[in-house]
């Protein structure tokens, strides 16, 4: 599409941004009538990597906004999670987390390589009616009128367009520039790095889960995307070199695996991408609302971004129609219930990274606790799957889950007094009833 066509068009919604956010926030606002743009720069810096676990309830999401049929054409199945501790966390054991145990959500999620899942749903996005985009263009100025009110400025390859909107989306990813533009302060911390390749599916250790190994080195997933291919990725803690990171990962590979990857390794660069977490001050303001990633993004061990991507879409789209298209009242409901979705993904993934890699005796019966739980109770497995995958986020239950794994630590007591580690114990406990008192109090603050 042309600027001058752009220029002399009217739109109510400008949606800076055609990633999975910004493409399911076009298909879900399609259907109330308005007129969208979606503003998309298209992949001129190279490669790098993101989201391609998806949740059932972004599975469901994306069908039920038409991006998606059912069951999808591309792709893998993943049934849930496999779960696997580091060799020397003896007694850990791997662990299933299947989706088919959790009440309200369907059986299985999907995992696709996100290139190929961005450009369809573009693709798909911009067919729907009321929807065009404008590719090869970027929002570069956002000025404030006299009302308050956002006008953008879009700058395509070789013209711009001002374009007023009564709705501005940022969909920009999480070092959003329309963020900045409006003067949204956020806060933002760099946990890691995580480094990727593709590799042959054949010697995956559990086909059809996502799985997610733990070691002192950091994270590492493996899944199918489909066609024979898996993705592996690596995460790379703040300070450590890459190549020894990886090499320390592999170590804790099954050897058959850890050869196909190594050949892969030899041949070719990994794909790249440094892990945030990005809380920013508010999410609306004045007529500009922030979706996806430039809404707040966090660490991706619990692959939820491309699922809390579609649930912005689906939020906004409620808002909008529930309160007749009144954008003010509209962005006010919406900004309350992200909140909520984004406290619960955070907190999650923060405890268990911590829990997962750090290396103090309270982190390590934190681990353990979890681990023992999951084992144990076919209801708590059920439950930490509803609230890794977003089919929950309220506060109370993941202060009820947290409890529930504290109350494990008794039954390791035994093992910890036989190691000679009561003092350990104690104190992780501390910790843990510390940490689950600020769950409480974080759950009623919401609450009220
Ligand atoms: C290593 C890694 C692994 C991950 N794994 C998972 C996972 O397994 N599952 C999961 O659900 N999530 C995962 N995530 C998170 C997931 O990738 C993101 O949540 C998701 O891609 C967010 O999409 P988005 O559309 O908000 O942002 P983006 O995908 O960043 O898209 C932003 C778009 O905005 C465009 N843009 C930028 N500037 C402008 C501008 N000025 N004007 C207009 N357009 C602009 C960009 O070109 C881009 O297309 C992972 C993230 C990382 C880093």
Same mark, same amino acid.
Not at 10 to 24: C, Q, R, T, W
Not at 70 to 89: K, R, T
Not at 341 to 363: D, N, S, V, Y
């Given at each position: 599409?042309?600027?001058?066509?752009?220029?002399?068009?009217?739109?109510?919604?400008?949606?800076?941004?055609?990633?999975?956010?910004?493409?399911?926030?076009?298909?879900?606002?399609?259907?109330?009538?308005?007129?969208?743009?979606? =503003?998309?720069?298209?992949?001129?810096?190279?490669?790098?990597?993101?989201?391609?676990?998806?949740?059932?309830?972004?599975?469901?999401?994306?069908?039920?906004?038409?991006?998606?049929?059912?069951?999808?054409? !591309?792709?893998?199945?993943?049934?849930?999670?496999?779960?696997?501790?580091?060799?020397?966390?003896?007694?850990?054991?791997?662990?299933?987390?299947?989706?088919?145990?959790?009440?309200?959500?369907?059986?299985?999620?999907?995992?696709?390589?996100?290139?190929?899942?961005?450009?369809?749903?573009?693709?798909?996005?911009?067919?729907?009616?009321?929807?065009?985009?404008?590719?090869?263009?970027?929002?570069?100025?956002?000025?404030?009128?006299?009302?308050?009110?956002?006008?953008?400025?879009?700058?395509?390859?070789?013209?711009?367009?001002?374009?007023?909107?009564?709705?501005?989306?940022?969909?920009?990813?999480?070092?959003?520039?329309?963020?900045?533009?409006?003067?949204?302060?956020?806060?933002?911390?760099?946990?890691?790095?995580?480094?990727?390749?593709?590799?042959?599916?054949?010697?995956?250790?559990?086909?059809?889960?996502?799985?997610?190994?733990?070691?002192?080195?950091?994270?590492?997933?493996?899944?199918?995307?489909?066609?024979?291919?898996?993705?592996?990725?690596?995460?790379?803690?703040?300070?450590?070199?890459?190549?020894?990171?990886?090499?320390?990962?592999?170590?804790?590979?099954?050897?058959?695996?850890?050869?196909?990857?190594?050949?892969?390794?030899?041949?070719?660069?990994?794909?790249? !991408?440094?892990?945030?977490?990005?809380?920013?001050?508010?999410? =609306?303001?004045?007529?500009?609302?922030?979706?996806?990633?430039?809404?707040?993004?966090?660490?991706?061990?619990?692959?939820?971004?491309?699922?809390?991507?579609?649930?912005?879409?689906?939020?906004?789209?409620?808002?909008?129609?529930?309160?007749?298209?009144?954008?003010?009242?509209?962005?006010?409901?919406?900004?309350?219930?992200?909140?909520?979705?984004?406290?619960?993904?955070?907190?999650?993934?923060?405890?268990?990274?911590?829990?997962?890699?750090?290396?103090?005796?309270?982190?390590?019966?934190?681990?353990?606790?979890?681990?023992?739980?999951?084992?144990?109770?076919?209801?708590?497995?059920?439950?930490?799957?509803?609230?890794?995958?977003? =089919?929950?986020?309220?506060?109370?239950?993941?202060?009820?889950?947290?409890?529930?794994?504290?109350?494990?630590?008794?039954?390791?007591?035994?093992?910890?007094?036989?190691?000679? !580690?009561?003092?350990?114990?104690?104190?992780?406990?501390?910790?843990?009833?510390?940490?689950?008192?600020?769950?409480?109090?974080?759950?009623?603050?919401?609450?009220?």
């Amino acid at each position: 599409m042309k600027s001058m066509a752009v220029g002399q068009q009217k739109f109510d919604v400008l949606i800076a941004g055609g990633g999975v956010a910004g493409a399911a926030a076009a298909a879900a606002l399609s259907p109330l009538g308005l007129r969208i743009l979606i =503003v998309e720069p298209g992949p001129s810096h190279g490669r790098r990597l993101a989201g391609e676990l998806i949740h059932p309830p972004g599975v469901d999401g994306l069908c039920q906004l038409g991006l998606l049929s059912n069951p999808p054409m !591309a792709g893998s199945v993943v049934n849930g999670f496999a779960i696997f501790p580091a060799a020397q966390d003896d007694g850990l054991g791997s662990v299933i987390l299947p989706y088919g145990e959790t009440a309200g959500s369907r059986r299985c999620g999907l995992a696709i390589e996100h290139r190929s899942l961005q450009r369809h749903l573009l693709e798909t996005a911009r067919r729907f009616p009321g929807v065009s985009a404008w590719i090869g263009a970027r929002v570069i100025r956002m000025e404030a009128g006299p009302d308050g009110r956002f006008t953008a400025l879009v700058r395509g390859e070789n013209d711009e367009a001002r374009i007023r909107a009564g709705l501005i989306l940022g969909a920009d990813g999480p070092m959003s520039q329309v963020r900045k533009m409006v003067g949204i302060s956020h806060e933002a911390r760099r946990y890691s790095a995580m480094m990727g390749v593709e590799v042959e599916d054949t010697h995956l250790p559990r086909a059809g889960y996502g799985n997610i190994f733990l070691n002192p080195a950091g994270v590492a997933y493996a899944y199918a995307i489909g066609k024979g291919r898996a993705r592996v990725m690596f995460e790379v803690l703040k300070g450590a070199d890459p190549k020894e990171s990886v090499a320390r990962h592999l170590d804790f590979f099954p050897a058959a695996f850890r050869r196909d990857i190594e050949t892969v390794l030899c041949r070719s660069k990994p794909l790249a !991408a440094a892990n945030y977490c990005i809380i920013p001050g508010v999410t =609306v303001k004045r007529n500009v609302a922030l979706v996806g990633d430039a809404r707040g993004c966090c660490h991706p061990l619990t692959a939820s971004g491309i699922t809390a991507s579609v649930k912005d879409a689906m939020v906004l789209r409620d808002a909008l129609r529930e309160t007749n298209l009144d954008v003010a009242t509209a962005l006010h409901r919406y900004a309350r219930a992200c909140a909520r979705l984004q406290f619960a993904r955070r907190t999650l993934a923060e405890e268990l990274h911590e829990a997962f890699l750090a290396q103090t005796p309270e982190a390590l019966l934190l681990k353990q606790c979890i681990f023992s739980y999951w084992r144990r109770s076919a209801n708590g497995r059920a439950r930490s799957m509803a609230l890794l995958s977003t =089919v929950d986020s309220g506060t109370f239950p993941m202060a009820t889950q947290y409890a529930m794994v504290a109350l494990q630590a008794f039954r390791l007591l035994p093992l910890w007094l036989q190691k000679k !580690a009561a003092a350990d114990w104690r104190r992780g406990m501390r910790r843990l009833t510390y940490k689950g008192l600020a769950f409480q109090y974080a759950a009623i603050n919401q609450w009220l």
